[in-house]
C-alpha cells in the first residue's frame, strides 16, 4: 500500500480558507478501504494503468513502503494517494483552529474527496476556454483524467462536482467549499492546449488529431494539447475487441460486399476532409425495411465513432427541416447567436462525413412535405440504391442468407468495434503524400469522369471516399482487396446518376420549372395582350399575358407569376439562368425585365420565350 503525500510549499493556497467542520469531523474509519483482502488488494496492489496524459506521473505500490506521512504546514491543502494516518485516500485540507484564549491553535484534518490532482492549465489556441486538466481515481475504478472548463467553477462550482460524481469521485457533504476552492486556487506550471472540438488541430505547425481520450500525433506533440469538455464521460468512444479481431470478423466479411465497402469507407472519410479542403462527404442508402441498410451502418459507425454521422431510418426527420439540415451540414458552420450581452459567439464549427439511410429518397422525403429538393442537396448527401442480391448484400461467405448474414454483422460489431478509425488516423499524420491531388486525379479516371457539373461534384465526393478505403487497405487495416474500394465508389456514382436521371444543375431545374409551368397553365393563366377585356373571358389568378410574332409565342410573366414558376428559386437566381439560356428575349436597360403597354397601362413585366430545342427544360 503507497501513501504518497503532495508536499504543502507546492500546494497553491492563499491565506486561511473561510471553511471549518460545521461540526465534530467525521470519523474517517468509517470511509476506509473495503474490509475483505481481495477488494483491499484491488486498490492498493499492482500498478496502476500509465495515464493517458504523459505529465501524469505515477507512483508503483509495489515499490513504495507503508509509512507515516510528515506533519504538513497549516493552512494547506493535499492530496493523499493512499491510507495514512488521516484515514483514506484523498484531498484532504489541514487547518488549525485559533483558540478563544491564550494556548496554541488546535489542528483539524478534513477528507474532501477522493483522490485528485490538477496536472495542468489550459487554454485554447485563441487564449480562451481557460481549464484545467484534472486526475483522479475513484474508490473502484482505474485512474481518469479530465480537462474541466474553470467556467463550471462559476456559482458554488455545483456543475464540476456533478461530473465528478457521476464519475465516481466521492465528495464529503460538507467538503464542497473547499473543494471549490482548492479547484480556483490551483496554478500548475504545465500549460496545455485545450480542443473543444474533435478532430484536427494544429500545435507547433503539425497537424494532432484530437479525441476524447487520446490525441494522436508525431512525436512528444501529443502532450501538448488534450480534449475538453463541460461533459467529462464519453461513452460513445468506448472500444471492444482489438484492431486484429475486427478485421477478422468484420473486415474480410466486407469483401464481395460493395456496399459494405462503400459505408466503412464513408466513415474514414472524415479524418480526409481536412486533409483535402473538403467540408463534407455523405451517401443515402436508399432501399426497403429489413434488407440489411442498418447493418451497414452499423459496420460503419464499428470502423470509427468520431468524424462519421450516422442517421437511421432518415424519413423520420420533418422533411421540411431535413434539406436545410443537409445544407447545414455540408457548409460545416453552426448559427451564428448572441451572447446574454449582446455579443456575437463564435460559431460552432465541423468536418464530418455522412451515412445515413431510409426507405426514400431525400427529394422524395422533401417532396412529400411540400419543400422543393435542389441539386446543392442532391450532391451533399448523395442517394444510393441499396438493393442487391440479398438484400444490401452481394456475398454471403459462409452465412446461409441474408437475414443470417445481417444477425452475424450485428452481433460482431458489438464485440469489434473502435480500432479501424484510431488506426487509420495513426497512419495519416504520418502521410506526405498530397491527398487533395489525389482525390482529383481519381475523379479523372474511367468511371468518374464526365462533363456534367453536378455528377462532376458528386464524383469528387465518391472518389475522396474510394481513396480512404483504398489508403487503409493500403496501410494493411481492411481486410478486403486492393481496389474494392475504389470499384464500389464509381459503381456507386453510376447508381446515383441512372437513379437522379442524369441529375439536373439548378440551373436546368429553373429551366424546366418555366417550361413545365408554362405547359400547365399557359392557356389558363395568360392572355394575348391585344385581347379586348371586354370580350374575352376573365383570365382568374393571372400569371401574366403572351404575344406572337414570327419567331413564336412569348410569355409576358408578372413578377408574382414568374415567382410562382420558379419553383422555390429566387427571382435573381431564376432571371439568371433564364438570361444564360437565351430565354429573356426581350429587356429594358439594366434589367431583365421590361415595360410593355397593356389594356392602356404600362407594366413591367419579364419577356420569357423557351426554347423548344432545350434539353435541360424537358
Known amino acids: 500500500m503507497v501513501s504518497e503525500y503532495r508536499d504543502p510549499d507546492t500546494c497553491d493556497m492563499f491565506g486561511q480558507p473561510d471553511f471549518e467542520p460545521a461540526h465534530t469531523p467525521l470519523d474517517l474509519s468509517r470511509l476506509s478501504q473495503p474490509s475483505s483482502d481481495a477488494a483491499s488488494r484491488r486498490d492498493t496492489i499492482g500498478t496502476p494503468p500509465v495515464p493517458t496524459c ?3 506521473s505515477e507512483v508503483d505500490p509495489s515499490k513504495a513502503q507503508p509509512a507515516k506521512v510528515k506533519e504538513p504546514r497549516r493552512p494547506t491543502f493535499a492530496c493523499y494517494l493512499a491510507p495514512s494516518q488521516y484515514g483514506p485516500p ?10 478563544k484564549g491564550d494556548g496554541d491553535p488546535a489542528p483539524f484534518d478534513v477528507w474532501i474527496c477522493s483522490p485528485i490532482e490538477c496536472l495542468a492549465a489550459t487554454h485554447d489556441e485563441r487564449g480562451d476556454n481557460h481549464g484545467l486538466l484534472l486526475r483522479f481515481k475513484s474508490p473502484y475504478g482505474p485512474w481518469r483524467q479530465w480537462a474541466m472548463p474553470l467556467r463550471l467553477l462559476k456559482g458554488s462550482g455545483e456543475e464540476m462536482r456533478g461530473e465528478l460524481l457521476d464519475m465516481g469521485i466521492r465528495i464529503n457533504p460538507d467538503g464542497f467549499k473547499p473543494l471549490h476552492r482548492w479547484a480556483s486556487q490551483c496554478r500548475p506550471d504545465e500549460v ?4 473543444t472540438r474533435v478532430g484536427w488541430h494544429r500545435v507547433e505547425e503539425a497537424l494532432v488529431f484530437v479525441m476524447p481520450w487520446r490525441t494522436i500525433a508525431q512525436g512528444e506533440l501529443a502532450r501538448r494539447i488534450t480534449f475538453q469538455s463541460e461533459v467529462a464521460g464519453q461513452d460513445e468512444y468506448a472500444t471492444a475487441g482489438n484492431l486484429e479481431s475486427w478485421r477478422h470478423a468484420i473486415g474480410r466479411l466486407c469483401s464481395g460486399n460493395p456496399l459494405m465497402v462503400l459505408a466503412v469507407s464513408t466513415a474514414l472519410a472524415g479524418p480526409l476532409l481536412h486533409l483535402c479542403h473538403r467540408q463534407t462527404a455523405g451517401i443515402h442508402l436508399v432501399g426497403d425495411s429489413s434488407n440489411g441498410k442498418t447493418t451497414l451502418l452499423e459496420v460503419a459507425a464499428a470502423a470509427l465513432s468520431d468524424t462519421a454521422l450516422v442517421l437511421d431510418e432518415i424519413g423520420e426527420a420533418d422533411g421540411k427541416e431535413i434539406g436545410a439540415t443537409v445544407y447545414a451540414l455540408g457548409n460545416g458552420t453552426g448559427k451564428a447567436r ?13 468536418r464530418i462525413a455522412v451515412l445515413s439511410s431510409g426507405e426514400r429518397t431525400l427529394a422524395a422525403h422533401m417532396s412529400e412535405a411540400g419543400k422543393h429538393p435542389h441539386a446543392g442537396q442532391a450532391v451533399r448527401l448523395l442517394d444510393i440504391p441499396a438493393k442487391r442480391a440479398h438484400g444490401a448484400f452481394d456475398l454471403l461467405h459462409h452465412l446461409a442468407d441474408g437475414r443470417a448474414f445481417a444477425d452475424h454483422l450485428k452481433s460482431e460489431v458489438t464485440r469489434h468495434h473502435g480500432h479501424l478509425g484510431p488506426a487509420f488516423i495513426e497512419r495519416l499524420v504520418a502521410e506526405e503524400r498530397d491527398l487533395a491531388s489525389e482525390v482529383d486525379r481519381f475523379a479523372q479516371v474511367d468511371g468518374f469522369a464526365t462533363s456534367r457539373p453536378l455528377q462532376g461534384r458528386a464524383a469528387k465526393v465518391l472518389a475522396l471516399i474510394g481513396l480512404a478505403g483504398e489508403l487503409a487497405t493500403e496501410y494493411g487495416l481492411t481486410g478486403w482487396h486492393e481496389g474494392e474500394a475504389m470499384a464500389a465508389a464509381i459503381e456507386a456514382l453510376h447508381a446515383w446518376a441512372a437513379g437522379q436521371g442524369g441529375v439536373r444543375s439548378e440551373h436546368e431545374q429553373i429551366l424546366a420549372n418555366v417550361s413545365g409551368f408554362i405547359e400547365r397553365h399557359g392557356d389558363a393563366r395568360f392572355s394575348s395582350v391585344e385581347s379586348d377585356p371586354a370580350h374575352t373571358p376573365t383570365v382568374y389568378n393571372r400569371a401574366g399575358w403572351w404575344r406572337d410574332d414570327a419567331e413564336g409565342r412569348t410569355y409576358l410573366f408578372s413578377g408574382e407569376g414568374l415567382a410562382e414558376a420558379l419553383g422555390g428559386f429566387d427571382v435573381k ?14 429587356r429594358d436597360a439594366g434589367a431583365r425585365s421590361v415595360r410593355v403597354r397593356i389594356n392602356g397601362s404600362r407594366r413591367r413585366v419579364y419577356a420569357i420565350r423557351p426554347a423548344e430545342t432545350e434539353e435541360g427544360a424537358a
Not at 90 to 99: I, S
Not at 192 to 195: C, G, H, K, T
Open 54 to 56: 504523459p505529465i501524469a
Open 338 to 350: 448572441a451572447n446574454r450581452n449582446g455579443t456575437a459567439r463564435r460559431p460552432h464549427r465541423w
Open 192 to 195: 496545455v492546449v485545450a480542443a
Open 573 to 586: 437566381r431564376g432571371t439568371e439562368a433564364l438570361e444564360v439560356a437565351g430565354w429573356i428575349v426581350e
Open 90 to 99: 484523498g484531498l484532504y485540507y489541514h487547518g488549525q483552529r485559533q483558540p
